[in-house]
């Protein structure tokens, strides 16, 4: 199983970016797909899910702003991000969540996301 997550880059307050994740050993209908975040000196937190034909879930601090989405055909999530702000600065991770059925659960790499002027 690989993940891998790539979009990642330095953009100004306000500006917007499209993280990908491209998976390989898994189908996605069979798992709850989502991204992570953790900045410096932080914990890892959730940013969206999405499990299916499109049930999604946000964190508060992204709603509004960010879109996660599932391309079931290519085996690839985004998340649209819009609206950085400097607070959005983290590694972004990719997640594929199967525990909830009994499965495993895998993690990319992480892609580097820095919001500043």
């Known amino acids: 199983v690989q993940l891998v997550e790539s979009g990642g880059a330095l953009v100004q307050p306000g500006g917007s970016l499209r993280l990908s994740c491209a998976t390989s050993?898994?189908?996605?209908?069979?798992?709850?797909m989502g991204w992570y975040r953790q900045g410096a000196g932080k914990e890892r937190e959730l940013v969206a899910t999405i499990i299916g034909a499109g049930t999604t879930n946000y964190a508060d601090a992204v709603k509004g702003r960010f879109t996660i989405s599932g391309d079931d055909a290519k085996n690839t999530i985004h998340l649209q991000m819009n609206n950085l702000k400097p607070e959005d600065t983290a590694v972004y991770y990719c997640?594929?969540?199967?525990?909830?059925?009994?499965?495993?659960?895998?993690w990319g790499q992480g892609t580097q996301v820095t919001v500043s002027s």
């Open positions: 997640n594929a969540d199967a525990t909830p059925w009994g499965g495993a659960v895998h």
């Open positions: 050993g898994i189908q996605l209908n069979y798992y709850r």
